[in-house]
């Protein structure tokens, strides 16, 4: 069965700094791997995916994530960090040859401080 | 987010009460989605329709009871709901042909029992 761990209920980065969200899954094939987004009072929205190819996947907002196979891990990254960034994310795996479903990380909150 | 649209955005009512919650996506895709969002909660996945067929119903109460009348709509409907199923109710769509497309989100309807 496949799984998505957030270690991290809340992140805080000062603004202008670097910023990283963690997230590694579990899953008996090979993954598809989704971040989203939830600013408060709306719904999710898709930052980016890792399908194949480049371990490297670049988003919207200036977010990107590293795919590591060997870590089983996909943390989302941002080079400079905005206050606007403040939000609940969320990690999201879905296996290539499983079922139809796909499974989201508990969120993890980013506070960032002005 | 105005791809897929949900109303009531907030409701509030009581244990003995009949409401429906509907869902509309503007995004030609061929699957919907019903998930439930609790604080300090996963995201749940409630239901999940392909081509108006339901092909997952994850052990929820028969006190939710979804339709999708087309590809287009999905409804929600409630009775004789308790407390505890006060959260935001998420509604989402997606081309299943594709298993890497990502899920689109409606922005939720804040549902509160009394």
């Known amino acids: 069965a496949q799984s998505v761990a957030q270690p991290e209920d809340q992140v805080n980065v000062a603004e202008g700094n670097p910023l990283t969200v963690k997230c590694t899954y579990s899953?008996?094939?090979?993954?598809?791997l989704f971040w989203y987004v939830q600013y408060p009072n709306r719904g999710l929205q898709f930052l980016l995916k890792?399908?194949?190819?480049?371990?490297l996947v670049k988003g919207s907002y200036g977010f990107e994530a590293e795919f590591n196979k060997s870590q089983t891990s996909f943390h989302l990254k941002k080079p400079s960090a905005l206050v606007s960034d403040s939000a609940l994310y969320f990690c999201?795996?879905?296996?290539?040859?499983?079922?139809?479903?796909?499974?989201f990380g508990k969120g993890t909150r980013l506070h960032i401080l002005p | 987010e105005t791809g897929v649209t949900q109303t009531p955005r907030h409701l509030v009512m009581g244990m003995t009460n009949k409401k429906s919650l509907k869902c509309e996506q503007h995004?030609?895709?061929?699957?919907m989605y019903w998930y439930k969002q609790s604080a300090k909660k996963p995201l749940e996945l409630m239901f999940v329709?392909?081509?108006?067929?339901?092909?997952e119903n994850n052990s929820v109460p028969s006190r939710f009871s979804p339709e999708c009348p087309n590809s287009s709509h999905l409804f929600l409907h409630l009775h004789t709901l308790q407390p505890e199923d006060s959260a935001l109710y998420l509604c989402?769509?997606?081309?299943?042909?594709?298993?890497?497309?990502?899920?689109?989100f409606g922005p939720g309807t804040r549902l509160t029992v009394t």
């Open positions: 890792y399908i194949t190819g480049d371990n």
């Open positions: 899953v008996s094939g090979n993954p598809y």
């Open positions: 995004l030609g895709h061929n699957a």
């Open positions: 989402a769509s997606s081309q299943l042909t594709d298993r890497h497309y990502e899920q689109y």
């Open positions: 329709y392909s081509l108006e067929e339901r092909v």
């Open positions: 999201a795996v879905r296996d290539i040859f499983g079922d139809d479903k796909i499974i």
